[in-house]
């Protein structure tokens, strides 16, 4: 009884949290209008939490059996009810909401969307082999394999840009060599070119200004041949300022061009000196020790999906069993896989959460307004749990076999060696494209830098 008041304690505690990053992050800079909002992103927070929090008291033993799978059971049907019904709903509410003309209709309307929605959702599933032929429609293992489908696709994705682009943010060896008389020669360009900008239109006001005390703007001849006297005296000054206009617009560009170029050097000569000190040094270690990782997952992926390969046994309890068969000792194998494998997958959880906290915030900021910050939440909530859906799809074979027995029995008859191979290929797609982009924005820098 104490572990269950202990279980709905931190639910309750997730949900603060979560209601907290809504207001302190997401809303700091807008008025929270709508409630239901705040309430679904910290309801769908808090369920996606517990189910990391299960996962770890399946490692741990706590609660009895049937209750984990209760537990289990109940917080993937909020949860699915959440992801399906709730937020597709309420975002197809809040875009008509912000359609002038739809305003009365706007319920009907949204039922529309979510019935649109709910198809393409249910069409998914049509092309994958996801799941066993004998599920009923409105089985759960229905909505659990599509969810995951587009959760797995969106780790994958994310995974496969972050192990190339952190080592390539992390590491000295991609910055450019940048000096302080590469700045100041910019510096001098961009004021030049800004004086240039100043005389040119200062050339255009007095153009105007003279025009004015003439009585070419408001008392412009009429009649045929004060049409013909306009032409034969003005049209010369009238190219010559739409010409200098022209030159002006081209020299706007290029200082906003050389503006930028500017901050970019100052920020490269900043992380130079960054990676000069202790901690600058350290992230230039992790740096090499995820490019190794990274070479690592994308030369596994290649393995798995060329030999259709997905390993039966978790990580650590065969890493540990090579070790302890290469050394020749006597090892408790269970043991150790069991307290090792916590340590992993809270590891993986707590990465997994501030992973993605950070990159919803980042979103959010770029793309969000105040009359679509409601739809933005709404898309984040709906991309947060499905995320953490996947994850435990994902982490299950991160687990000893004994403690997946609750977790594949809730999931269903899914087929979960499906599902690492999806990974394995879209995350060998995300990692083989941001080398190449990457590889082309490293190079395009100083050729950029050249040609300004």
């Known amino acids: 009884m104490q572990m269950l008041s202990a279980s709905s304690f931190l639910q309750v505690l997730f949900f603060g949290f979560g209601w907290l990053f809504f207001m302190r992050k997401l809303f700091k800079d807008y008025e929270v209008r709508q409630y239901v909002v705040q309430v679904i992103f910290s309801v769908t927070f808090a369920f996606s939490c517990t189910m990391f929090e299960l996962i770890i008291f399946e490692i741990l033993g706590v609660l009895n059996s049937s209750s984990r799978y209760f537990h289990w059971k109940l917080n993937l049907c909020v949860i699915l009810l959440i992801l399906v019904f709730m937020v597709p709903f ?17 319920l009907l309307f949204a039922c529309v969307l979510w019935l649109t929605f709910m198809y393409f959702f249910w069409k998914l599933g049509d092309p994958f082999p996801i799941l066993s032929p004998k599920h009923g429609i409105l089985s759960i293992e229905q909505l659990i394999s599509r969810v995951g489908v587009i959760g797995v696709t969106l780790m994958a994705l994310l995974s496969g840009f972050g192990a190339v682009n952190c080592p390539y943010t992390y590491m000295s060896y991609f910055l450019r060599n940048v000096t302080d008389a590469d700045i100041l020669a910019l510096e001098r360009r961009l004021l030049q070119t800004m004086d240039m900008i100043v005389s040119k239109k200062k050339r255009i006001a007095v153009a105007h200004r003279t025009m004015f005390q003439r009585g070419e703007v408001h008392n412009k001849p009429t009649g045929f041949w004060g049409m013909i006297k306009s032409v034969t005296t003005s049209v010369a000054g009238s190219e010559n300022l739409s010409l200098i206009q022209q030159e002006v617009d081209a020299l706007e560009e290029l200082s906003r061009q050389l503006f930028l170029e500017t901050a ?26 995820f490019s190794i990782y990274c070479v690592w997952k994308i030369f596994m992926a290649t393995i798995n999906i060329v030999f259709d390969r997905v390993g039966k046994t978790d990580p650590v309890t065969r890493g540990i069993e090579i070790t302890v068969n290469y050394l020749g000792i006597q090892f408790d194998v269970k043991f150790w896989s069991q307290h090792i494998s916590f340590i992993l997958v809270g590891i993986i959880i707590v990465t997994s959460i501030r992973g993605l906290l950070i990159t919803l915030t980042k979103f959010f900021y770029a793309i969000s307004s105040s009359k679509s910050s409601n739809v933005i939440v709404l898309l984040l909530a709906q991309i947060m749990g499905m995320y953490f859906v996947s994850s435990v799809l994902l982490i299950r074979m991160s687990m000893p076999l004994e403690y997946r027995t609750i977790i594949t029995e809730v999931l269903g008859e899914l087929q979960f060696n499906f599902y690492h191979r999806w990974f394995d290929v879209i995350f060998l797609v995300s990692a083989l494209s941001s080398i190449l982009f990457l590889y082309l924005a490293h190079k395009q820098a100083p050729e950029k830098h050249m040609a300004l």
């Open 264 to 289: 970019d050097l100052h920020a490269t000569k900043e992380r130079i000196e960054y990676s000069k000190t202790f901690q600058g040094k350290y992230f230039n270690f992790l740096g090499y020790f």
């Open 90 to 106: 309420y975002i197809g509410y809040f875009v008509v909401s912000n359609i002038r003309l739809l305003h009365r209709q706007k």
